[in-house]
């Protein structure tokens, strides 16, 4: 790759779009060696970079986003100490420098950190923009603060879980939080559009790197109502993926489940990103916990025939619910 992971691993921490999703750590677990990372050095540091991962569609050549990776795209190093105007210009002149070394002849689908803004080199090279949301908790420094953000009807859902004698614990097994999965798979007549193995692949390398929790809700008699899988690094934490029991959903778990992960996360980030608020039935959910309405770009790139391949894609990965999952079959 002619990059060092050191390196490379040291700029994400420092750069505004950076996320634990961007690491080599965490593309070797989800893309294997189906990966590369365009950079540009300046003066031997890293100025700029971009991983890629590759897949096919239908027969069809694409870099698009592994499974369970809500973004990636392009890094860029911390705004210096130059006059606005000047700073664009660098901005323009490295995204471009970027898009020259992409590989020729490769549709190109991926999701960019909401910290990426300046998609104009982009839209002159003739790719297409979609603005999607998240919800992000951007400071959870002072939890009773987060908490007075909360709406009325999310700390009710609480208030009623915990009269209702549910508890969260963390010691159970991701195997439990992977039937409560499927299940809200089910529920909604969905497949569930990532194997078993590759969750627990990710696991794996998410606990070599201590950078995963899992919370789950449950009651007197141990009975599992719901749970949350949640990635961090010291910038975020993200919610990937979770789960409940249908017959169980009007007990509040769900929201006990999730404020029980953001204090969590104001252990160890410095944010909480609600990842997949889109869907129409999640995102009033999310927004109920008072994070910021934070717009990111879903970036496409191809011809005509591809826009189909592209539309399939998007309306699948859509599909993907509470647990902010990808669908699988379609990148075989």
Known sequence: MGLEDQAYNTFIETSPQGSLFHTTWWLDTVAGDRYDILFIKEKEEIVAAWPLTYNKLMGLHLITLPQLTPKLGIMLAPSSKIKYAEQLSKEINLIANLINLLPKHFLFYQRFSPEFTNWLPLYWAN?????????VIENLSDLNKVWQNLRSNAKNHIRKAIENKLKVVTNLSLEKLLDLNQLTYNRQ?????????????????CQKHGARKIFFAVDSEGSLHAAVYLVYDKKTAYYLLGGSNPELRSSGAQYLALWEAIKFAATVSQSFDFEGSMHSNIEPVFRGFGGVQKPYMEITRGNFFSEMAFSVLRRAWNKGGVSSAFCSRLLR
């Open 189 to 205: 007549k969905l497949t569930v559009p990532y194997s078993r193995e590759y969750v627990r692949r990710i696991d794996q390398a």
């Open 127 to 135: 790719f297409k923009q979609t603005t999607r949301y998240t919800y």
